[in-house]
């Protein structure tokens, strides 16, 4: 049977939510720097620029948002 998995699109949609509920649990700095990282393609001394504030702290901020996501998944 060649068809497609009629679950797969559900289960791709609940993923999808799963990671959205999650990302809006983390605090605006780690939401910003997330997005201008992973959607936007920014670099990390790019987004530095952007948020006015040194490179490790960027990467700290990050580094801590797919730790929080990580758990956060887990338990979903």
């Known amino acids: 049977d060649d068809a497609p998995d ?6 791709a949609f609940q993923d999808a939510e799963r990671v959205r509920i999650c990302i809006e649990g983390l605090n605006d700095v780690q939401q910003s720097a997330l997005h201008l990282a992973f ?7 790019q987004i530095a620029e952007i948020e006015d504030c040194p ?3 960027i990467k700290t901020r990050i ?11 887990q338990r979903r």
Do not use: I, N
């Open 63 to 73: 580094m801590a948002a797919k730790a929080v996501l990580m758990r956060c998944l």
């Open 6 to 11: 009629p679950h797969k699109p559900l289960a």
């Open 39 to 45: 959607y936007e393609g920014f670099s990390y001394s």
């Open 55 to 57: 490179t490790g702290t």
